[in-house]
């Protein structure tokens, strides 16, 4: 079946990076983009970014652009995201999904914590 | 920036009809996806294109959108439909995906 398998939990101090990955199974990688989206403690969805695992084009998000960056490597079906500068705000949950920009994001991974704390 | 609305919380009765609001100026023109959160979990698309149900979303879940405002309907609200609920847009303006501000619905 259809499955996103994400990367284990992280923990990084203020000013490092994380790289995140998520690696697709039961479907043709190409076929779909990947959206990347975060949920802090207790709060709502925020949307990160997409890739189009065709092409390599990219969208983010204004107040992350600069800050993130999305790739993927179709030859193992993996997507990354990868944060730099983390401050203690960037700690929650994060998600990578399978879908098509306007399209609904079908398939969800099971999520990667990412903490930030001296 | 564009946002979407969501009423904090929505409490209803086992059996009964719970309806999920997600306002944005002129949101009818665009389609709108919604997906269901239970804690601890990722988030599941329930939703998509205002009306369309994904395989294996019971019929008991129905959506629309006009004006300013798209809903999300629980008909026949069991125990297991106990989650946060966000609605999502695409808005070409500013080239992002936009999530509701998420309801919280409470099965009494």
Redesign the interface.
């Known amino acids: 079946q259809v499955h996103l398998e994400q990367s284990g939990a992280e923990v990084k101090k203020p000013g490092a990076s994380v790289k995140v990955s998520c690696k697709a199974s039961g479907y043709t990688f190409t076929s779909a983009g990947i959206s990347w989206v975060r949920q802090a403690p207790g709060q709502g969805l925020e949307w990160m970014g997409w890739i189009s695992v065709y092409t390599g084009n990219t969208k983010y998000a204004q107040n992350l652009q600069g800050r993130v960056t999305l790739t993927t490597d179709t030859s193992t079906s993996t997507a990354y995201m990868a944060v730099r500068s983390l401050t203690l705000d960037d700690t929650a949950v994060y998600y990578c999904a399978r879908g098509e920009l306007p399209d609904a994001l079908d398939i969800w991974g099971q999520g990667t914590m990412v903490t930030v704390s001296s | 920036?564009y946002v979407l609305t969501q009423p904090p919380s929505v409490a209803v009765a086992p059996g009964k009809t719970a309806r999920i609001t997600c306002e944005g100026n002129s949101i009818g023109s665009?389609?709108v996806?919604w997906?269901q959160?239970k804690p601890g979990q990722?988030?599941?698309?329930v939703m998509?294109?205002d009306s369309d149900r994904?395989s294996g979303i019971p019929e008991r879940f129905s959506g629309s959108n006009s004006g300013n405002t798209a809903t999300l309907t629980i008909s026949g609200v069991a125990a297991g439909d106990e989650a946060d609920y966000?609605c999502?847009?695409?808005n070409?303006g500013?080239?992002?995906?936009?999530?509701?501000?998420?309801t919280k619905v409470t099965v009494l």
């Open positions: 920036s665009q389609g996806h997906y959160q990722a988030p599941v698309l998509f294109h994904p966000y999502q847009v695409w070409s500013t080239d992002c995906y936009v999530f509701g501000t998420g």
